[in-house]
């Protein structure tokens, strides 16, 4: 089991990496080519939703392998779950039904590595 928290917290480090470089680097109108919901918030707003999960895919790595404040991983993952959950609101909002399925995949594999992480195979 801990092999496979590992296989997750690096995939969802990969994704979250990738989307939160995108979205704190990238000007709005760019981004809502790509994602539409982008047009219901402002530049700043985008850029703290980048930068947060920029911050948290880090979270999910770094302090496991390097051994240096392990319960951050845990935390990082904890606090991916609160993103997907205001991310499914927002596209249940918009009605995008296919955004609430990705977002809510994303949130399983987000509380499987926090309960993981922070029960039976924690650091």
């Given at each position: 089991m801990n092999v496979f928290l590992w296989v997750v917290q690096a995939v969802l480090a990969a994704m979250f990496g990738m989307a939160g470089?995108?979205?704190?680097?990238?000007p709005k109108d760019k981004l809502v080519e790509k994602l539409p919901w982008a047009a219901?918030?402002?530049q700043g707003i985008i850029r703290f939703i980048g930068i947060a999960e920029f911050a948290a895919a880090l979270g999910l790595i770094l302090p496991a392998a390097t051994g240096i404040a392990p319960v951050l991983t845990p935390l990082a993952a904890a606090g991916l779950v609160v993103v997907m959950v205001l991310a499914a609101i927002t596209h249940a909002r918009r009605k995008e039904p296919a955004g609430i399925a990705f977002n809510a995949v994303l949130l399983i594999l987000a509380a499987l590595v926090a309960w993981g992480r922070f029960g039976p195979y924690s650091f």
């Open positions: 470089v995108m979205k704190s680097t990238q219901d918030f402002s």
